[in-house]
């Protein structure tokens, strides 16, 4: 049980100290999408489960990109957001967002989908999904 | 928190269901779960501190009994519309050992982006957190407050709901409407029947604000109580059939009316609900309570305070029974069964989100038992408050 908490602990501390990248943060949907633009507002209902109209995808705990989402365009941290979907999830009102561990699968992941959204360094952006939303 | 799998064992039973909707792909599960780890103890042991419902608490030696619990959730997507979710609950409850729980079963449909419908065994809404009180890493506390907590037993419902969410400007508004029966059993082999029950769910979220009114409505009955069934035929054995009648078991009405409200902002926590019970028997007495918490998160730790209290709106006594001769006895009886279990609690905590998926809460609360020994049970002579009750857990999700 000590080692284990320990473990926990050591992996928290691990995660605070994961440096945050400054890089461009884009907010993108499958190109059949009809939908061109989108305020940080509207797309952070999809990510904290307000509005089910988009499928969000996510990226795996302590990938770095996703803490700079959350706080960024969520305004939360990412236990918070971890606090939001468990109480969905566990009322059986909504199913936690699939999550990747790469740009590249997340970009698959809402090429495949019409209804997906999801984010990526604007450096990964290419033709299979379209931009909606610059966060600075 | 959540890991899809596809399974080729589920798509060979459910084929027949997924050949129109995904004949190639087979239904997408996910496994999901939460618990709590904790230990719970009082500096009493002439009465035990109890969650709602449970028939065996806490004393002076630390239990684990009282706060742990284990849930295990599995939902099967078979389509964009349709899915199945189950979620199996372990903890003590009624009898004093640990038991598991089907807590849901449900398909669900969803009819258009704002409209789900639920079929099934689906959680009953009574209170603001009501669906998920017993998932620790989704709450602030270590438990919900027992003041208002413990006015509805009954967490499960057998029948339908609709659950239509929507947005008017920055407002997101969920509103549900359940219908069905609902089954609780309680301490001493008894239980209580709610057949059938309505309930009025509506959360009005914008942000940092979240509002919520409940509104539940059951004809209720309460089966294999002997004490208080002994009660009532004597009552009417010696010709007091119009007691009897007041302190009925058996298809007695019952409302609850809960408005709460929740903040989260700039650090600032908030959550607070008031709830009226009432109902055309004098055994289960109209109540009236409350409870607010405040809390402030600094980096990965909230502290917070609570303070909860219940009064009772009816009688705590029976008028026009003598209180001499040989019908006392039965005067004290019908009146041990009038009074509610009263109590304030004054409470402090800190939750410290050390993990990812794990939060570490310590909570003592202090509590105030008035007219009687409050929701304690098993009590002992020369019992009386206050009492603190100190607790520590861990709250995980997977």
């Known amino acids: 049980m000590k080692t284990k908490i320990g473990m926990m602990l050591l992996a928290a501390g691990l995660g605070m100290a994961a440096p945050v990248m400054a890089a461009e943060l884009v907010v993108i949907v499958n190109p059949k999408n009809p939908a061109s633009r989108m305020f940080s507002e509207q797309a952070a209902q999809f990510f904290l489960g307000k509005s089910s109209l988009f499928t969000p995808i996510e990226y795996d705990d302590g990938v770095a990109i996703r803490n700079e989402f959350h706080a960024k365009v969520l305004q939360k941290d990412s236990a918070q957001v971890k606090t939001i979907w468990s109480k969905l999830v566990f009322t059986g009102k909504g199913t936690a967002p699939k999550e990747y561990k790469s740009a590249a699968e997340v970009k698959k992941a809402v090429a495949a989908d019409v209804s997906a959204i999801g984010y990526i360094d604007k450096a990964a952006v290419d033709d299979t999904v379209k931009v909606i939303l610059t966060v600075q | 928190m959540k890991r899809p799998l596809r399974s080729s064992f589920v798509i060979a039973i459910l084929s027949t269901f997924t050949l129109s909707a995904h004949a190639i792909d087979g239904p997408t599960i996910t496994i999901s779960g939460f618990g709590t780890a904790a230990l719970t103890m009082t500096d009493t042991d002439l009465a035990e501190f109890i969650r709602p419902n ?69 959680g009953l809404p009574v209170y603001m957190i009501s669906d998920f009180r017993n998932v620790g890493y989704a709450n602030t506390m270590i438990r919900p407050p027992a003041e208002v907590y413990r006015q509805v037993n009954g ?60 509104r539940a409505d ?85 502290p917070y305070y609570y303070y909860g209290n219940i009064k009772q709106d009816t009688p705590r006594t029976y008028a026009g029974l003598p209180t001499t001769g040989p019908l006392a006895a039965l005067t004290a009886g019908v009146n041990s069964v009038v009074k509610s279990a009263l109590q304030s609690t004054n409470a402090v905590g800190v939750r410290w989100d050390f993990h990812k998926s794990a939060a570490l809460k310590v909570q003592v609360d202090h509590i105030s038992p008035r007219d ?13 408050g206050p009492v603190n009750v100190y607790a520590a857990g861990i709250d995980f999700v997977f």
């Not at chain 2, 009025?200 to 009114?213: D, G, L, N, S």
């Not at chain 2, 055309?280 to 402030?296: E, F, I, K, N, P």
Request: glycine letters at 10%; charged letters at 20%.
């Open chain 2, 54 to 122: 449970q028939s065996n608490g806490a004393g002076k030696s630390p239990r684990t009994g009282v706060d742990s619990n284990l849930g295990l959730q599995a939902t099967a997507k078979f389509s964009d519309r349709i899915s199945f979710t189950a979620q199996g609950l372990v903890r003590k409850v009624a009898k004093d050992s640990y038991g598991a729980e089907l807590a849901w079963a449900f398909a669900k449909f969803k009819a258009s982006d704002e409209i789900d419908i639920r079929i099934g065994r689906i």
């Open chain 2, 155 to 214: 967490g499960t419902l057998e029948g339908i709901d609709l659950i239509w969410q929507h947005s008017f400007g920055d407002t997101t508004v969920t509103s549900q409407f359940a219908y069905g029966n609902a089954k609780t059993r309680s301490p001493g082999n008894s239980s209580v029947e709610f057949k059938p029950a309505t309930a009025i769910h509506i959360i009005a979220e914008h942000e940092p604000f979240t509002f919520r009114f409940g």
């Open chain 2, 218 to 302: 059951a004809k209720f009955s309460v089966y294999g109580n002997a004490p208080l069934n002994g009660l009532l035929t004597t009552l009417n054995n010696v010709g007091l059939s119009t007691v009897a009648k007041d302190l009925k078991v058996v298809d007695c009405d019952g409302s609850f009316t809960s408005v709460g409200m929740t903040m989260d902002y700039k650090g600032f926590l908030i959550q607070s609900e008031y709830a009226v019970r009432k109902t055309d028997t004098r055994v289960v007495m109209d109540t009236t309570s409350y409870y607010a918490m405040l809390g402030y998160r600094i980096g990965k730790f909230t």
């Open chain 2, 372 to 384: 009687g020994a409050g929701a304690f049970v098993n009590v002992k002579p020369g019992f009386s």
